[in-house]
């Protein structure tokens, strides 16, 4: 049966602390889970403990630099996917799967091309790609496509104002922080999203990983705009995307022209869903974590 979670800090050899979170069942299969912007370890908590049991799998999920209990660090997707490593090699874990939201896409992905002995499969879930490509990130909102200027400028002294300026309002009320990027929702994710249960996740998930620094969305979204530092023909294991067709967080077209230079990539589509379409069904991404998926 699936536990009720644990959480923890480790230390490494050079004095990093990276937080992490473990549920599932203790000798299931391990799915490592790569949450998206703004959020931390405790995104995984979407996954209902059934999901977990059903198919035996036992989830870590890890902050990433700058979020949560995790101390920032300078570097690219590179630098910043070793944390992943350092944990799976504390807990023996040799090789995983893992299951990348959002943000965690361009991340999953340079994982498995540096760790391709270790990375099993990845399963993209409306998974965020490098805005490098103009034509492939029209579909973006508004909002995020007036930004992207100002984040191709790096941590200028204006865009770490506004990057604390955001984060106070999200740890002052997420939810209503969060209103304006929602609107677009179809009506079956605004149901999800306005169940107790997911919104009491998503406010403490957004709270937690904001609540020492502003550090990791602001790495985060500053890297947005960066080309992958890797090269995809290094990914060696399966990858499954599965994506909405009315996603404009993060739009179909910029992971369309992503998974044809894998060597072994399948897209799922939800039609009509937005960003949080996935989210709504847990069964589906995580089988997709199985061998032969």
């Keep these: 049966m699936a536990d009720a979670g644990h959480e923890g800090v480790l230390t490494t050899g050079t004095g990093r602390h990276i937080g992490y979170l473990i549920r599932g069942p203790q000798h299931g299969r391990s799915v490592v889970y790569l949450h998206g912007a703004p959020g931390c370890r405790r995104e995984q908590y979407f996954v209902p403990d059934e999901v977990l049991d059903r198919f035996g799998l036992r989830l870590i999920s890890i902050d990433r630099p700058g979020y949560g209990d995790t101390d920032p660090i300078d570097g690219d997707r590179v630098v910043r996917v070793a944390d992943v490593l350092e944990v799976c090699d504390a807990l023996g874990i ?25 990375v099993e ?82 406010i403490d998930d957004i709270r937690e990983g904001l609540r020492r620094r502003v550090d990791g969305f602001l790495d985060d979204m500053v890297g947005w705009p960066h080309p992958f530092e890797i090269d995809l023909s290094q990914i060696r294991c399966p990858v499954r995307a599965v994506h909405g067709t009315a996603d404009d967080w993060e739009p179909l077209t910029n992971l369309r022209r992503i998974l044809p230079q894998l060597a072994d990539a399948q897209l799922v589509l939800l039609d009509g869903l937005n960003h949080f379409g996935p989210l709504l069904y847990p069964d589906l991404v995580f089988s997709l974590t199985a061998p032969g998926q």
């Design 121 to 202: 499969r990845v399963v993209l879930s409306s998974a965020q790609m490098p805005y490098d490509d103009e034509a492939a990130i029209q579909g973006l909102q508004p909002e995020q496509l007036r930004l992207l200027p100002l984040l191709r400028l790096g941590r200028t002294d204006d865009v770490v104002a506004g990057f604390e300026l955001a984060r106070a309002g999200l740890l002052d009320d997420p939810m209503a922080a969060l209103a304006p990027n929602m609107v677009t929702l179809s009506g079956r994710e605004h149901a999800w999203s306005h169940q107790p249960w997911v919104r009491d996740i998503l």
């Design 94 to 118: 040799d090789s995983f799967a893992v299951v990348a939201v959002s943000s965690g896409g361009s991340y999953a992905l340079t994982l498995a091309a540096v760790a391709p002995e270790r």
